[in-house]
């Protein structure tokens, strides 16, 4: 039987937001579906040797109307395994370590198997942010956009001391996009602020360019930390019904390993880490018990009005979203 790429790809899934926004866990339930293969950061601009890329100039890249093509072919070489004996040999070089002889291995490994069953993607990528705007347009992909509460993540940035540098984002197809907010980035780009006010403004441009370009597209939604934290298994079903596929029991394996852990942690944790289901809620508000009042509010005047768009209200408080 004929298999038909170019359909695949149209019916793949994007899951995308700010980084530590939990798009690694919600991409991992989606593609442990065996409906699915899933793609783990096909724009990190880091290039890892234990997974395949699109080259980039930048960590937000964006890939506009004139530019999504390219991406589009690039992000099908990558579902389907294409050229993996190629690349695989062009990495050799880069080993330096047992470890990156495991990394290649896990690239190569990854590559045949997505060659041997072409199937759905789920494109894990906090930096397709931007550029899914293009690729849902033209080629009508799936996005799953994933939320964190505002303080949420500018308290994650500030506790570990890393801001964010804003001339990654002086890109003039995206300032074109965004007209509104050229001068702040450009300002955050020349003056260093403090973390939590960067942090701030990168959440409002992400979700603010996803309730301007995405958020309205029928093949749209987004997944909030709150409520996946707190009731996993219908939002798990929300997001499998909304993408047409059907849960196995691979992913119900997952998700009791993943959220019913019995090991503390917070959503702070890379990969998929354990999360404990029963004081799930208390940790997606901690942010309340690190910041002050002052941080909050600093916090929610910068986002604006877009986290209402999500439920979060202008004091900071969590209400019901509307998907």
């Known amino acids: 039987m004929t298999i038909d790429r170019d359909a695949l790809f149209r019916d793949s899934v994007i899951v995308t937001g700010t980084h530590y926004s939990m798009?690694?866990?919600?991409?991992?339930?989606?593609?442990?579906?065996?409906?699915?293969?899933?793609?783990?950061?096909?724009?990190?601009?880091?290039?890892?040797?234990?997974?395949?890329?699109?080259p980039t100039a930048h960590w937000y890249e964006y890939f506009d109307g004139d530019r999504s093509?390219?991406?589009?072919?690039?992000?099908?070489?990558?579902?389907?395994?294409?050229g993996v004996a190629r690349e695989t040999v062009m990495r050799m070089p880069r080993?330096?370590?047992?470890?990156?002889?495991?990394?290649v291995g896990k690239f190569a490994r990854t590559g045949l198997l997505h060659a041997a069953t072409p199937k759905r993607a789920v494109f894990k990528d906090p930096f397709l942010c931007f550029s899914a705007r293009h690729l849902q347009e033209n080629y009508g992909l799936w996005i799953v956009m994933t939320v964190r509460h505002p303080c949420g993540f500018a308290e994650s940035?500030?506790?570990?001391?890393?801001?964010?540098?804003?001339?990654?984002?002086?890109?003039?197809?995206?300032?074109?996009?965004?007209?509104?907010m050229a001068d702040e980035i450009e300002r955050y780009a020349s003056e260093t602020q403090p973390v939590l006010q960067q942090a701030a403004l990168l959440w409002r441009l992400v979700y603010g360019f996803a309730d301007t370009y995405v958020l309205r597209h029928a093949r749209t939604t987004f997944v909030r930390q709150e409520d996946i934290a707190t009731r996993p298994a219908d939002e798990a079903a929300r997001l499998f019904s909304f993408v047409g596929a059907e849960k196995s029991a691979a992913v119900d394996r997952f998700m009791e390993e993943t959220l019913n852990a019995s090991s503390p942690s917070d959503f702070d944790r890379n990969a998929a880490a354990s999360y404990v289901?029963?004081?799930?809620?208390?940790?997606?508000?901690?942010?309340?018990?690190?910041?002050?009042?002052?941080?909050?509010d600093t916090v929610?005047?910068?986002t604006g009005n877009v986290p209402q768009r999500f439920g979060y209200a202008e004091s900071g408080d969590v209400l019901e979203a509307v998907h």
């Open 69 to 82: 093509d390219h991406l589009a072919e690039m992000l099908k070489s990558i579902q389907f395994g294409q």
């Open 277 to 296: 289901h029963r004081d799930a809620r208390e940790t997606t508000l901690k942010w309340r018990q690190r910041l002050s009042r002052d941080d909050i």
């Open 95 to 103: 080993i330096r370590s047992g470890r990156d002889v495991l990394r």
């Open 157 to 180: 940035l500030a506790r570990r001391g890393s801001g964010f540098d804003f001339n990654d984002l002086m890109q003039p197809e995206l300032l074109d996009a965004i007209p509104e």
């Open 300 to 302: 929610m005047r910068i």
């Open 23 to 54: 798009s690694t866990l919600v991409g991992r339930i989606l593609g442990a579906a065996e409906t699915f293969n899933l793609v783990h950061e096909p724009l990190n601009h880091e290039s890892p040797l234990g997974y395949a890329t699109v």
